[in-house]
Nanobody, 123 residues
Framework: QVRLVESGGGLVQAGGSLRLSCAAS????????MGWFRQAPGKEREFVATISWSAGNTYYADSVKGRFTISRENAKNTVYLQMNSLKPEDTAVYYC????????????????WGQGTQVTVSS
């Protein structure tokens, strides 16, 4: 089994920054792609960003492109989401996910999910 644990969420003022972390443990050999999703109250879950583990290819949702950066640290089995120039509309629970390298981003097959971390941006 695979476990994903997010951390780094919190309360920040508009224009500020946060860095989210996602630590993976367990049998991770079967996944090749990791990504971030978010869900605001009363809204559908939406794609944020993804990265291929080996090549480091990234893809971003238009709503965060230029403001957010996804990266990975292989030795720690950890993926990061650096969030800059935060806006109130970025407020959501952010989820880390992992899966095989199939499909074309933002489409994919994400088999494993973390429990989420709350990000709140005040105006």
């Amino acid at each position: 089994q695979v476990r994903l644990v997010e951390s780094g969420g919190g309360l920040v003022q508009a224009g500020g920054s946060l860095r989210l972390s996602c630590a993976a443990s367990g049998r991770t050999f079967s996944w090749y792609r990791m990504g971030w999703f978010r869900q605001a109250p009363g809204k559908e879950r939406e794609f944020v960003a993804t990265i291929s583990w080996s090549a480091g290819n990234t893809y971003y949702a238009d709503s965060v492109k230029g403001r957010f950066t996804i990266s990975r640290e292989n030795a720690k089995n950890t993926v990061y989401l650096q969030m800059n120039s935060l806006k109130p509309e970025d407020t959501a629970v952010y989820y880390c996910a992992a899966g095989p390298l199939v499909g074309t981003p933002p489409r994919g097959k994400y088999d494993y999910w973390g429990q989420g971390t709350q990000v709140t941006v005040s105006s």
